[in-house]
Each structure stands twice: as C-alpha cells, then as structure tokens.
C-alpha cells in the first residue's frame, strides 16, 4: 500500500470517475488537456515582463515561432489541446466570432462542447496582477456521431456538467466543480503537476470583502448605489466594517471571493448597459462553481444559471457570492423593479 499524501489532479478525477457506473473517463481526460494547456499558459504568463528584454511580438522564438500576444497564445493553447483530445466535440471562445466545431470522426463521438475565456483580465499583464483562464463544460444536445451545432452551445449555464479557472497568481491554481464538489488544485512546479491543495471548497455563508469598481459609482442604478452606500456604512453592529477590493480581473476577485467569502458585483452602466461580463464565458461558470460551493449568483432579477442565451457573446451584470450578502444585495437591486 503507497502512502499517498498528495494527490494529483489526474489521480483525483480517475478516482472521481470510477465511483460513477459506466462513466467514461471522458471529463477526466478533459480537465487533463485543459490543465495541460493552463500549464504552458502558466509558463508564457511568468515569462510576460522579459518580452521587452527578450524580444517583441516582431521576433520569432526558439521553436521559429512569432512570440504572440499573450491572449490569442491562450487561445491558441485551448483550442489545441481540446482538438486533440478525445472528449470536446467544438469550442467557443471569447477571443473568437464563431463557435469552432472540430469535425473528424474522433471529435464528432465525443460528448462535451468547451466555452472559455482564454485569458481573462489580460489588461493587468504589465502591472503583474493575477490573471486566468475560465470555463464552461456542456454535454451536447446534437446527435453524437455528427459534428456539434451552435445549439449545443446556447444552453443555460445550469447545464453545464463541470465549470473552472486557473489562477495565474503568487501560486499557479485549477479550480474546478461538478455536481459533486468545488476541489482546487495548486501546481507544483517541481513536478509540473496540479495537486490537491483545496479539497470540497465552500463559500462562507457571509464575508468582509465587496468587490466592485467604485470609480463607476455614478453610473449605476439608483438601486445599486443604495446597496453600496449600505455596505460603505456598515458598523459592527450590523456586520460591518467591511473592506472594498477590486483588482480588474474577475479570477482573482471570485477566487478571493471563494475562498474569504464577500460579494463581487459587475452592474449595469451607462457605458455598458447590457454589463460588461460575459454570460457564457465568465459568469456562468463562476456561477456555477460558487453555487456548487453553497453561494449564490443573480444578474439582478433572476438566477444567472437560468438565464437562456440568445447569442454565445452575451453580457449580463452580475451579483456573486456569499449567500446572505447576495440575498441582502437582491432586496436593494430588485426594489427598483
Ligand atoms: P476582459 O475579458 O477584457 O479581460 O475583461 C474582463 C475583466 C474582468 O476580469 C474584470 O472583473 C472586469 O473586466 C473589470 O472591468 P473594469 O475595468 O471595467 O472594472
Ligand atoms: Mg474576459
């Protein structure tokens, strides 16, 4: 018997998926090309502030390659991985117009579609603040054996059968959900290996933290700003003080917000007034991991799960987090309506 103190990402979906009858391995070989790809993501990302010294996006690298932008590298990376793989039968991402459906006899079998956001927060690379990468996995509704459809891809983010992210922070970490729990994993990069670090994650019932971009605050709804003037007052009494932090990357804000507890908010604005983050890419995965991990996540008026996409572009704004927060946040937002 090998004393196993540390288990890796690899080893804990194996182990997920052979307590389900009949199960495939097929998501478990999934998280492995996605985590794959966060790998070599992870490497580009740690190299971003020696592009200057090490050559521009004019200069070809060591493979002969053009050194590119690290956003579409990401995408690129994803896409790879997941073509080659055997479980996603397309992909949708936030760097792309179109959905990819990948089309040969292995891809058309398989039983998963993949919508991501390849580098979220890219805005933050020069300033060495946490970025990541997000998404969404769905089981096709289109006949398997023939390629994927765009329909596959306009389901409800309640469908989804896994969610996750990649933190690119002071540790490399995958997170990632299914119905049976939100496990994280940090990268130890003496073996290059995910393990297990954050086993059946919960979001705290309350939390200490708001997160939203105050320098927007006049742009908000009535409503809103009620809400925010609330948390900005709160006394000991009635649970306060509490602290604002906002970084300008979504993973780093939910991640805190995961594991802290708090609430992030993206509304409504009269620069964005359909909001700002994507349904598909960003918000319903996030929903989905912080609903599994016993929190709660609203665009206002409704369950963003429930939402039904019209188009795989969509915005939404967002309420997420903690439960009691989330809960005290609707009775303020939805007052409006
Ligand atoms: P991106 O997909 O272009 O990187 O934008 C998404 C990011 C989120 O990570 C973050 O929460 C938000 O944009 C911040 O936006 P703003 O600068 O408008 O507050
Ligand atoms: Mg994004």
Do not use: W
């Not at 300008?248 to 993206?266: C, E, N, P, Q």
Request: with cysteine; hydrophobic share 35%; net charge neutral.
């Amino acid at each position: 018997m090998i004393n196993r103190n540390i288990l890796t990402l690899d080893e804990f979906t194996i182990r997920q998926y052979r307590k389900i009858p009949n199960a495939s391995g097929e998501l478990s070989a999934l998280l492995r090309d996605i985590s794959l790809a966060a790998k070599r993501i992870n490497v580009e990302v740690n190299k971003a502030g020696l592009v200057d010294i090490l050559g521009d996006a004019n200069v070809t690298n060591v493979q002969g390659e053009q050194v590119k932008k690290l956003d579409v590298f990401s995408n690129n990376q994803m896409i790879g991985v997941l073509k080659h793989g055997i479980s996603c039968a397309g992909i949708a991402s936030e760097e792309l117009d179109d959905i990819v459906i990948f089309d040969d006899d292995v891809s058309n079998k398989s039983k998963y579609v993949v919508m991501f956001d390849p580098l979220d927060g890219s805005s933050n690379i020069d300033t060495n603040v946490s970025i990541g990468t997000i998404f969404g996995v769905y089981r096709r509704v289109s006949e398997l054996g023939k390629p994927c459809s765009v329909d596959d891809f306009l389901q409800p983010g309640i469908k989804q059968v896994a969610a996750g992210y990649i933190v690119y922070g002071s540790s490399t970490m995958l997170v990632y959900a299914t119905r049976r729990g939100v496990n994280g994993f940090t990268l130890d990069p003496s073996i290059g290996e995910f393990c297990l670090s954050h086993p059946d994650i919960i979001c705290p019932e309350d939390g200490k933290i708001y997160s939203v971009n105050g320098g927007y605050y006049s742009q908000y709804d009535t409503s809103v700003k009620k809400y925010i003037d609330i948390l900005q007052n709160k006394t000991k009494e009635n649970g306060g003080p509490l602290t604002q932090r906002f970084t300008g990357s979504m993973v780093a804000d939910l991640h805190r917000t995961l594991i802290k507890g708090g609430i992030f908010m993206y509304p409504l604005t009269t620069d964005n007034p359909n909001g700002k983050l994507r349904l598909m890419y960003e918000c319903n995965p996030f929903a989905f991991i912080i609903e599994i991990a016993n929190g709660m996540a609203l665009n206002g008026t409704q369950r963003i799960l429930d939402v039904q996409p019209s188009n795989i572009h969509q915005r939404v704004p967002i309420f997420i987090g903690s439960k009691n927060l989330v809960k005290e946040c609707l009775s303020y937002v939805a007052e409006k309506k």
